[in-house]
């Protein structure tokens, strides 16, 4: 995979490209990461990106040309993915990221000051992503969120030991609770279905508990999780259950 980030600050991006999960699939050449300063396609002498708004109003917004001109560089050979950040978009989801992930090329637009010339948003994006409803200075952060969702899935980059089936949303479910040695810690003990070493009771129990902190902390994705005729048996002994 390709992923261009235009952006006016690629140095926020040098120890994100290098770190962890992303560094190695970096090295491993699973994706090819790019920040480009479209500040350095401005035909401006002063490399000014961004103008008053016509009509007035507070702020400056990034103007068409350099971006333009920088998605037409990025995009020379392809046709892909043109990722406007923006908080108007459509919420950015795990399903957003595996859909993402089956792409070749991505390119993200990351915004800043008061946001983009309209022209930008209607020409050049094929899909606009919110983080949530909150204001960012710039797209910068949530660009960097959304890669990282997007990598993470691309085959190979996760070991299997920490494959992201599981994870929650994944499997359209939260996921259940974990715990790690030791066995007893200040008189808090481990579940002892997990010291069994019975797989299937493991399992068993891990679905039940995947399900019931689903139905305590967020009923709503259970109407559109992948359930079995088993699983609506628990979740209906579970609402008998006191949460
Ligand atoms: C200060 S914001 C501009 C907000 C704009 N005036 C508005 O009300 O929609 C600057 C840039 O940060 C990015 N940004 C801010 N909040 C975001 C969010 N929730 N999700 C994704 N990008 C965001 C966008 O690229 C945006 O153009």
Not at 56 to 74: R, Y
Not at 78 to 86: E, G, H, Q, S, Y
Not at 230 to 241: F, G, P, Y
Request: glycine share 6%; aromatic share 8%.
């Amino acid at each position: 995979m390709k992923i261009d980030i235009l952006t006016l600050f690629p140095e926020m991006f040098e120890t994100f490209f290098t770190t962890s999960i992303i560094g190695r699939a970096t090295s491993e050449e699973r994706v090819r990461l790019q920040a480009v300063n479209f500040r350095d396609y401005s035909k401006n002498k002063h490399h000014k990106v961004d103008d008053y708004p016509y009509g007035g109003g507070q702020g400056m917004l990034l103007t068409p040309e350099p971006i333009f001109d920088a998605i037409s560089d990025v995009t020379k050979n392809d046709n892909p993915r043109v990722i406007l950040l923006c908080p108007q978009g459509e919420r950015f989801t795990q399903k957003k990221a595996e859909e993402l992930a089956t792409e070749e090329h991505l390119v993200f637009i990351c915004g800043h000051y008061e946001g983009f010339d309209e022209r930008i948003r209607k020409h050049l994006a094929t899909d606009e992503l919110s983080l949530g409803d909150f204001i960012l200075t710039g797209g910068e952060t949530a660009a960097m969120v959304m890669i990282d969702a997007v990598v993470r899935l691309l085959p190979g980059t996760l070991s299997k030991a920490s494959s992201h089936e599981d994870d929650s949303f994944s499997s359209g479910l939260l996921e259940f609770p974990q715990y790690t040695r030791p066995v007893d810690f200040r008189g808090l003990k481990v579940p002892d279905v997990l010291l069994s070493g019975n797989h299937a009771k493991i399992a068993e129990w891990r679905r039940t508990e995947s399900l019931r902190r689903t139905l305590i902390r967020r009923p709503e994705l259970l109407e559109t999780a992948d359930l079995s005729e088993k699983d609506l048996k628990i979740i209906a002994q579970l609402k008998t259950e006191p949460l």
